[in-house]
């Protein structure tokens, strides 16, 4: 995820100050390539041998358990490495140079004790563990813990290693200040005895919040304010924290993380989405502010498969952007779009985020994506009917009228390209396959066009391609696990009857609970970017919606959406300024622009809120619901 005024992502002018020895660190990508081709052949080869011959490979989960431990740990350890980590930098870029490198050492320092808590903790977790053994394999446990040890011990050489560029008084500084607050910390819990109920609570989020505005890592945040909360609250163990961390990503769908993105990345890089871009022009350029409508639905097809919204942005954005200037739109105009566009991409299938979001929760990946349609849709049409008029008020102009001919031939260069999105929802929707399945299948298909159709990458970029998969998928998966540590902590606090008791002593209507849960949601993806603010939220709220008589379906499909609308809502939303430095266009001017297209995704989310039938209506229809 890239890196917009307050979102830290690559980092190329400090590539080379944090590097560490380029053996290890080839040794480490290695390591990563190895795991995720070894698991795309194995499932790839599961599901041709089941749909061939009727057989499965009895072990290919427990391979995967395997597999995933190591991409979230050590991958996310490397990502750290690479500065891909989420973090919201909104107070830290705004102090004196002098201040901001005691406030980014102070980062380093927080995530050094993440390493070392983990570090601590991994010993009585590899022992206990020994004792147990697989039940196919009949391999020790324990061997299951060890990808964790390695991304701790690893975490910790990496976050030393930062702190090593820095002069030692602020080294010296920062890490007596994180000291002396902790101390702080220690001996008030210590002093008023257990932390517990809602001032509890409060005071994690609270925390969190603080931290993460002075632009520590997101990741790391929810890790150490979990551990933190566990030790005041002494409702268990703190080795409870790792077990819950390895436990937030034991789900088999989690491993299509990275062929979800690696997927992305060869459609980017392997010269599938020009094709689909000269095909979405075709079709809508030739009404009233067609490039415009052609934004839209560009958006539409690509959302939801690369794992970020500023990636389908930048993408969709970089491609179009300089014909937007030649037909005289504004910057400021197209960011607008391109923001509304994001927002009403977040339910389309395949969405990373409603997959991450259904297997962290009980909600089935298939019928969410199919969920997900009609809204999405409720919104790409207002959006499409909007600018056509807006577009004849404002004498926007028509695009090019291509010939029957022309268009065919685009339609035919570009349905290979679009079979990759279909490969998986028909793979996952139709119940051919499970969504890692689907993935692995779309990700073979997606390199074999790439390389001998298109012939937009050769192997040393593809090679690239999965390496930049596997450390992204690396910081998603990461953030999965200390994103359910935090939220379990928060659960056996009893923040879930808290809410609900506040949520009865405010009325107990489903409409007051529908419209604190959007409100929370729109300010957390805000403040925290989307996935982390769903990773917190999602499992503590979903549940609740039994009490309030909604459908959960319904509930995430409006969970996802404000949190879309969260992350392009400025001053804080991340992607809106992603999305301004990709069209090359100011916040102060794109806001205006903004600000009636903002008004139409507010109205079909309200829409999409108070009548269930947008959300239920198709599921329903297919049978996947009563």
Same mark, same amino acid.
């Given at each position: 995820?890239?890196?917009?005024?307050?979102?830290?992502?690559?980092?190329?002018?400090?590539?080379?100050?944090?590097?560490?020895?380029?053996?290890?660190?080839?040794?480490?990508?290695?390591?990563?390539?190895?795991?995720?081709?070894?698991?795309?052949?194995?499932?790839?080869?599961?599901?041709?041998?089941?749909?061939?011959?009727?057989?499965?490979?009895?072990?290919?989960?427990?391979?995967?358990?395997?597999?995933?431990?190591?991409?979230?740990?050590?991958?996310?350890?490397?990502? !750290?490495?690479?500065? $891909?980590?989420?973090?919201?930098?909104?107070?830290?870029?705004?102090?004196?140079?002098?201040?901001?490198?005691?406030?980014?050492?102070?980062?380093?320092?927080?995530?050094?004790?993440?390493?070392?808590?983990?570090?601590?903790?991994?010993?009585?977790?590899?022992?206990?563990?020994?004792?147990?053994?697989? /039940?196919?394999?009949?391999?020790?446990?324990?061997?299951?813990?060890?990808?964790?040890?390695?991304?701790?011990? =690893?975490?910790?050489?990496?976050?030393?290693?930062?702190?090593?560029?820095?002069?030692?008084?602020?080294?010296?500084?920062?890490?007596?200040?994180?000291?002396?607050?902790?101390?702080?910390?220690?001996?008030?819990?210590?002093?008023?005895?257990?932390?517990?109920?809602?001032?509890?609570?409060?005071?994690?989020?609270? +925390?969190?919040?603080?931290?993460?505005?002075?632009?520590?890592?997101?990741?790391?945040?929810?890790? @150490?304010?979990?551990?933190?909360?566990?030790?005041?609250?002494?409702?268990?163990?703190?080795?409870? &924290?790792? !077990?819950?961390?390895?436990?937030?990503?034991?789900?088999?769908?989690?491993?299509?993380?990275?062929?979800?993105?690696?997927?992305?990345?060869?459609?980017?890089?392997? #010269?599938?989405?020009?094709?689909?871009?000269?095909?979405? !022009?075709?079709?809508?350029?030739?009404?009233?502010? #067609?490039?415009?409508?052609?934004?839209?639905?560009?958006?539409?097809?690509?959302?939801?498969?690369?794992?970020?919204?500023?990636?389908?942005?930048?993408?969709?954005?970089?491609?179009?952007?300089?014909?937007?200037?030649?037909?005289?739109?504004?910057?400021?105009?197209?960011?607008?779009?391109?923001?509304?566009?994001?927002?009403?991409?977040?339910?389309?299938?395949?969405?990373?985020?409603?997959?991450?979001?259904?297997?962290?929760?009980?909600?089935?990946?298939?019928?969410?994506?199919?969920?997900?349609? @009609?809204?999405?849709?409720?919104?790409?049409?207002?959006?499409?009917?909007?600018?056509?008029?807006?577009?004849?008020?404002?004498?926007?102009?028509?695009?090019?009228?291509?010939?029957?001919?022309?268009?065919?031939?685009?339609?035919?260069?570009?349905? /290979?390209?679009?079979?990759?999105?279909?490969?998986?929802?028909?793979?996952?929707?139709?119940?051919?396959?499970?969504?890692?399945?689907?993935?692995?299948?779309?990700?073979?298909?997606?390199?074999?066009?790439?390389?001998? +159709?298109?012939?937009?990458?050769?192997?040393?970029?593809? =090679?690239?391609?999965?390496?930049?998969?596997?450390?992204?998928?690396?910081?998603?998966?990461?953030?999965?696990?200390?994103?359910?540590?935090?939220?379990?902590?928060?659960? &056996?606090?009893?923040?879930?009857?808290?809410?609900?008791?506040?949520?009865?002593?405010?009325?107990?209507?489903?409409?007051?609970?529908?419209?604190?849960?959007?409100?929370?949601?729109?300010?957390?993806?805000?403040?925290?970017?989307?996935?982390?603010?769903?990773?917190?939220?999602?499992?503590?709220?979903? /549940?609740?919606?039994?009490?309030?008589? @909604?459908?959960?379906?319904?509930?995430?499909?409006?969970?996802?959406?404000?949190?879309? @609308?969260?992350?392009?809502?400025?001053?804080?939303?991340?992607?809106?300024?992603?999305?301004?430095?990709?069209?090359?266009?100011?916040?102060?001017?794109?806001?205006?622009?903004? $600000?009636? !297209?903002?008004?139409?995704?507010?109205?079909?989310?309200?829409?999409?809120?108070?009548?269930?039938?947008?959300?239920?209506?198709?599921?329903?229809?297919?049978?996947?619901?009563?």
């Amino acid at each position: 995820m890239e890196r917009a005024v307050v979102v830290t992502a690559t980092a190329n002018a400090k590539r080379e100050r944090y590097a560490y020895a380029p053996w290890l660190e080839r040794t480490f990508d290695g390591v990563l390539v190895v795991v995720l081709v070894a698991e795309l052949a194995l499932l790839f080869g599961n599901t041709m041998l089941r749909a061939l011959w009727g057989e499965s490979i009895d072990w290919a989960n427990e391979v995967a358990e395997f597999a995933l431990t190591s991409l979230a740990f050590v991958g996310g350890a490397v990502a !750290y490495h690479r500065d $891909l980590h989420m973090s919201v930098r909104y107070f830290l870029d705004r102090l004196p140079n002098k201040w901001r490198d005691y406030g980014e050492a102070a980062g380093h320092v927080i995530t050094l004790l993440v390493a070392v808590l983990g570090i601590a903790l991994a010993y009585p977790m590899f022992a206990r563990a020994w004792s147990y053994w697989t /039940p196919v394999l009949q391999i020790s446990k324990s061997w299951t813990v060890l990808p964790y040890i390695i991304g701790m011990i =690893l975490l910790a050489i990496l976050s030393l290693r930062r702190l090593g560029d820095y002069p030692v008084l602020v080294r010296v500084g920062s890490g007596a200040l994180v000291l002396v607050l902790g101390v702080v910390w220690y001996v008030a819990q210590l002093y008023t005895g257990p932390w517990s109920g809602p001032g509890a609570a409060l005071l994690a989020i609270l +925390l969190l919040l603080f931290m993460v505005l002075f632009g520590v890592p997101i990741a790391f945040v929810l890790t @150490i304010v979990a551990y933190m909360a566990m030790i005041s609250s002494k409702s268990a163990e703190i080795i409870a &924290i790792p !077990y819950s961390m390895q436990n937030g990503i034991a789900s088999f769908i989690l491993l299509a993380v990275p062929f979800f993105i690696l997927a992305g990345n060869l459609m980017t890089e392997g #010269g599938l989405t020009k094709p689909l871009a000269d095909w979405v !022009y075709s079709l809508v350029a030739r009404y009233p502010g #067609g490039l415009m409508q052609a934004v839209i639905v560009g958006m539409f097809i690509f959302s939801g498969i690369s794992g970020s919204k500023i990636a389908d942005v930048a993408a969709v954005g970089t491609a179009m952007k300089g014909m937007l200037k030649e037909q005289g739109y504004h910057p400021a105009e197209s960011t607008a779009v391109f923001a509304s566009a994001g927002i009403m991409g977040e339910t389309i299938p395949p969405s990373l985020v409603m997959m991450v979001l259904a297997s962290i929760t009980t909600l089935s990946v298939g019928t969410f994506f199919v969920t997900g349609m @009609i809204p999405a849709t409720l919104m790409a049409l207002a959006l499409l009917i909007f600018i056509y008029f807006r577009a004849r008020a404002k004498g926007w102009p028509c695009g090019e009228k291509l010939p029957w001919s022309t268009r065919f031939k685009l339609t035919f260069r570009a349905i /290979p390209a679009l079979l990759v999105p279909i490969i998986l929802v028909v793979g996952i929707v139709g119940g051919i396959a499970t969504p890692t399945e689907a993935s692995s299948f779309a990700v073979v298909y997606a390199i074999l066009i790439a390389l001998l +159709l298109y012939r937009g990458m050769g192997l040393r970029s593809l =090679l690239t391609a999965i390496i930049h998969a596997a450390v992204m998928s690396g910081m998603i998966l990461f953030m999965v696990s200390a994103g359910a540590a935090f939220s379990w902590t928060l659960t &056996i606090g009893g923040l879930p009857t808290i809410i609900t008791r506040m949520m009865n002593s405010l009325g107990g209507s489903s409409f007051v609970f529908m419209l604190a849960s959007i409100v929370t949601l729109i300010v957390m993806g805000s403040i925290l970017e989307g996935l982390p603010s769903l990773l917190i939220f999602g499992p503590l709220l979903l /549940p609740l919606t039994t009490l309030f008589g @909604i459908n959960a379906l319904q509930f995430g499909i409006v969970l996802i959406i404000s949190m879309g @609308i969260g992350t392009f809502v400025p001053p804080f939303g991340i992607c809106y300024f992603a999305t301004c430095s990709v069209l090359e266009s100011t916040v102060e001017e794109s806001t205006t622009k903004f $600000l009636p !297209y903002l008004i139409i995704v507010a109205v079909g989310l309200a829409l999409i809120a108070l009548v269930p039938w947008f959300s239920l209506a198709l599921p329903a229809a297919l049978h996947l619901i009563k």
